[in-house]
């Protein structure tokens, strides 16, 4: 079977000998001496390189939280700033309204002042009118009385007859101007 002839005559199973053990021994020391080399040469630069790609991925993740602070602070201060903007608006136009109101309430009482300077200077013109309608009516009068006084002076009137010719004068001349 597995039984090999060895050189000094004993059977040996997997030709297993002090030889083969050393040589096992000696390979297995140089595969651990190597392992231990390799492992200070190869494997502690890759757990170097492991250890700064995970401070570095974590001081990247800390930069992202603060980044994403300062993001949210930011819009919390543009949200504040908008709404602060929206209240000084409102301001200016209830103060433009304000204004226009005033305007407005000026424009109108300089208006009431102008019609009523118009009024008066109406009313003034009105009186002179009327005062030099009387002048007229007083002179057309005189005229009138001149006139029945020749009429009463060339006719010798009586009494009678001279009321009846102011009567007759005073229809021709009109009610309106007596009473005016």
């Known amino acids: 079977m597995f039984l090999t002839e060895s050189i000094d005559g004993v059977d040996r199973l997997f030709g297993l000998d002090l030889q083969l053990l ?7 020391l140089a595969i651990l001496v190597l392992f231990i080399g390799l ?30 602070e300062d993001a949210a602070k930011l819009r919390k201060d543009y949200e504040a700033k908008m709404r602060d903007v929206s ?4 301001a200016i136009l209830s103060e433009t309204r304000k204004k226009a109101l005033k305007k ?21 013109e009105i009186e002179l009118e009327k005062s030099k309608v009387r002048d007229e009516v007083k002179k057309e009068m005189i005229a009138v009385a001149s006139a029945m006084a ?22 021709e001349m009109g009610d309106e101007t007596w009473q005016n």
């Open 22 to 28: 050393v040589d096992a021994g000696i390979q297995l």
């Open 39 to 68: 492992s200070y040469l190869l494997f502690n630069p890759v757990r170097e390189l492991l250890r700064k790609r995970q401070e570095t991925i974590k001081k990247e993740m800390e930069d992202a939280a603060k980044d994403k």
């Open 87 to 90: 209240k000084e608006s409102e």
């Open 104 to 124: 407005e309430t000026e424009i109108v009482n300089e208006a009431r002042e102008e019609a009523g300077r118009i009024m008066d200077r109406a009313n003034r």
């Open 150 to 171: 020749g009429r009463i002076v060339t006719a010798s009137m009586d009494e009678a007859k001279q009321n009846e010719l102011i009567e007759d004068t005073l229809k």
